[in-house]
């Protein structure tokens, strides 16, 4: 199995972007490593640096802020509108991501499997059912869409920041370590192949 795991570049008025420390060094066979940039016109570069890998798996990291686990992104929505600008300085508002495409793509991951799994071990994981309309939105969805007729499977995962991004603040976070830990035993499950589809609830009530 092949995996490339990407990370965003710090945004918006974060000097950092926890992703970016979870994918440095991680080191595991047939995983390789991006950073991607914060903005909404970077995707044609995006497959285009790909195009060759023959990727299993892609699994996309983003920031999270205000979240308290690892979390799973069910859908994508065919929709942009952002609350800031991106890192061009653009500031695209009530646009959809692909002309003509569907309104929404559901993840093909099987994350309802990995959550539980994860959650057996005892990790701070769960589904999330919004990726938000800002960028991170905008790469799930792009990827979802670009590989829908191709065998390479794509996710995305919201992570919460790290410690030293709350030092004055009152919000949740996770340490750098424990978000490598869930992470290399994702792509563990990933490799394995082996789900357990139990009925077991991960739905919201908000």
Known sequence: MKFLITAFEPFGNDSKNPTMDVIKGLELPDVDTLVLPVTFNFFQDFTEAIEDKKYDYILHLG??????????EKVALNYMDARIADNNGDKPVNQPIVADGPDGLFTTLPIR???????QKGY???ISYTAGTYVCNYIMYSSLHYFRDKSTKVGFVHIPYSPEQIVDKELPSMSIDLVKE???????????????????SLGETH
């Open 63 to 72: 920031q999270g802020g205000g979240r308290n686990k690892i979390t799973f």
């Open 182 to 200: 869930i992470i290399k035993e994702t792509i563990k499950i990933l490799s394995l192949g082996s789900f357990q589809s139990e009925q077991v």
């Open 113 to 119: 499997e990995i959550v539980i799994a994860l959650q």
């Open 124 to 126: 701070p994981a769960s």
